[in-house]
């Protein structure tokens, strides 16, 4: 079975300020990971993904995270929040295999000016 | 290239009444998913396709929910009848059999009044 925790429903940040949003994952499979962004009645779009290989991943728009196997996190971070930041996040758990996503809860960032 | 292309993008219906939504997934992609979100949650897998072919619809409630994905390219998503707890956001994405990314539709937002 797999899950996704994304600890705080909404953070908020000031301009310029870093982002830290956390997801931890339950996978009983070594897992695939992803950050996904969603504006206002739009649909989901790929920020990053973790498959194999390196731990730190850099996805668009400046978002990074660190694949944590001994804490079963996959936090995104972004050094400086800009204002177009402002959007729901979603991380999302899948298994080797298979392409089905299991997502967390969403965390909203507010981004104040 | 083309994304994924749902229709409608809203749709207001009274409960017990009957819906569909169409879904048209990027070309040459063969895998189908409709995902429901609703308000203030993760999105949540209903059913997958392989071409033609259901690979997962165990949480496809099957009394009331249909799907079909006749030619092995579009899809359709019905609800009859629909009950107050089915508005939400009705997701659909595709992907490439060898890959793990998913590209998502703009949705169409349900509600049911």
Known sequence: ?113 | EAGVAQSPRYKIIEKRQSVAFWCNPISGHATLYWYQQILGQGPKLLIQFQNNGVVDDSQLPKDRFSAERLKGVDSTLKIQPAKLEDSAVYLCASTLISTTEAFFGQGTRLTVV
């Open chain 1, 1 to 113: 079975a797999q899950s996704v925790t994304q600890l705080g429903s909404h953070v908020s940040v000031s301009e310029g300020a870093l982002v830290l949003l956390r997801c931890n994952y339950s996978s009983s499979v070594p897992p695939y990971l992803f950050w996904y962004v969603q504006y206002p009645n739009q649909g989901l779009q790929l920020l990053l993904k973790y498959t194999t290989g390196a731990t730190l991943v850099k996805g668009i728009n400046g978002f990074e995270a660190e694949f944590k196997k001994s804490e079963t996190s996959f936090h995104l971070t972004k050094p400086s929040a800009h204002m177009s930041d402002a959007a729901e996040y979603f991380c999302a758990v899948t298994q080797t295999g298979a392409n089905n996503l299991f997502f967390g809860t969403g965390t909203r960032l507010t981004v104040i000016p």
